[in-house]
């Protein structure tokens, strides 16, 4: 390798806050798209003149984090992955890699059979590039009586022969499908799941405590027994308490069986901490009650995150946001968020969630759903250059990908 071929090998400074760390006065490393070292910056001795890395130097108060991990989102900056169209899809790629979602699954939504195989082609392509981390199908088996912005047209039981054709759509990216136990055949559509590594997501669902305690019972055993190396043991609930019965203290119904398995740490949570989907106090008390590692952030983002009031589409559905909040325009039902990850997270800490649990929840909780837990979501030697520096503030200074000052 010549000098000019050699990787760039650079440093910066400032306050590290990564899972299970807090470095007031912390360095990383970078060469080339790996870290090469974390740690107080009297640790940092690769300074010689035989091991020379440049050293740039980061405001007081500068704050850096593991670049962001969404499980759930449907696009941004005006585009949409639901769409399948592949310049709208680079759009939506492109916007949250700069606003610092480093790491994504496309969302898919129920849609005609057709339109999900062919989007899940296309996403497939910017998967295997490394763009994407792989797709979520959010749908089509899910519940018509908590669809939400979800098109009840569409909705089916499970059929095994469409997954089969999804995942072969998806040229193995499928990474989590949103699904609803009281569906017949959902048992078996978890084996189905699992067994092409595919994590379920239980969601969108008018499921009863017992039926939802039984069913992430057989996720639960499904995962366990996959054996794969670096999957989760850990099924997931898409958007806690969006598309589900509020709990009741005669008619408990999911939101009770999930708040206790969660806080038992034998399931992981997303929520939508954007001030809009759930109550900021709610937000506070759900890591209060089941703790970050139980917890995934997420986003639920569509095409116009990042940009102004306006009518916007979301797969097949016409969506319409005023004041940030994005509705269809049919019945007015919550139709995906309009935040990034970072304002999720500035918005969590608003709440009083402890920015160390804040990062945690987005960044390694994700990473171990995904597979990446010894390759993203912290800011660790050998995991990829990628993170995030702000201000003491929390806004955004710099987005590194892949060793990569994208900003």
């Known amino acids: 390798m010549t000098a000019t071929d050699s990787p760039e090998r650079y440093a910066l400074t400032g306050r590290l806050i990564t899972p299970g760390r807090d470095i007031p006065r912390g360095v990383v490393a970078v060469e080339g798209d790996r870290i090469a070292f974390t740690g107080d910056e009297h640790e940092f001795t690769f300074f010689d003149e035989s091991d020379t890395f440049e050293l740039r130097q980061s405001p007081e108060g500068t ?5 962001l991990i969404d499980l759930h989102c449907h696009g941004a900056g005006g585009g949409d992955f639901p769409s399948g169209d592949p310049e709208s899809i680079a759009t939506a790629i492109e916007y949250l890699h700069r606003s610092g979602t480093t790491t994504f699954l496309a969302s898919l939504v129920t849609a005609p059979r057709a339109d999900m195989l062919a989007a899940a082609a296309v996403l497939a392509e910017f998967a295997q590039r490394g763009d994407i981390a792989g797709i979520h199908a959010e749908g089509p088996f899910l519940s018509a009586a ?5 098109d009840p047209e569409h909705l089916i039981d499970p059929d095994p022969e469409f997954v089969d054709e999804l995942i072969d759509a998806a040229a193995g990216q499928l990474r989590t499908m949103t ?4 569906r017949p055949g959902s048992d078996a559509l978890l084996e189905q799941l699992v067994s092409q590594g595919v994590v379920p997501s239980l969601g969108h669902t008018d499921a009863d ?3 939802t305690s039984a069913s992430l019972a057989v ?3 499904e995962l366990s027994s996959a054996g794969v190396d670096g999957f989760t043991e850990r099924p997931t609930v898409t958007h806690m308490f969006n598309g589900m019965a509020p709990m009741h203290h005669r008619a408990p119904g999911a939101v009770a069986t999930c708040l206790e398995l969660a806080a038992r740490g034998k399931i992981i949570v997303e929520l939508v901490a954007d001030g809009v989907h ?3 106090v709610m937000v506070r008390t759900m890591f209060k009650l089941v703790g970050a590692e139980s917890i995934a952030l997420v986003t639920d983002s569509m095409a ?3 940009l102004e009031d306006g009518s916007y589409r979301l797969g097949p559905s016409t969506v319409t946001v005023a004041n940030g909040q994005a509705r269809l325009a049919s019945d007015g039902s919550l139709a995906g968020g309009t935040a990034s990850m970072l304002e999720v997270v500035r918005s969590a800490v608003a709440a009083g969630v402890d920015l160390q649990d804040a990062v945690i929840s987005a960044t390694r909780v994700p990473a171990s759903i995904l597979g990446l837990i010894d390759e993203a979501g912290r800011l660790h030697q050998g995991f990829v250059a990628d993170m995030l520096v702000l201000d003491a503030g929390l806004a955004l200074q710099q987005v590194v990908r892949n060793g990569k000052n994208l900003l």
Do not use: M, S
């Open 278 to 280: 759930l109550d900021p």
């Open 304 to 306: 116009a995150t990042g």
């Open 219 to 221: 996720a639960r055993e």
């Open 209 to 211: 405590a017992d039926t």
């Open 146 to 150: 908590r669809c939400g912005a979800q």
């Open 179 to 182: 699904y609803a136990p009281e």
């Open 63 to 67: 704050i850096i984090i593991p670049g």
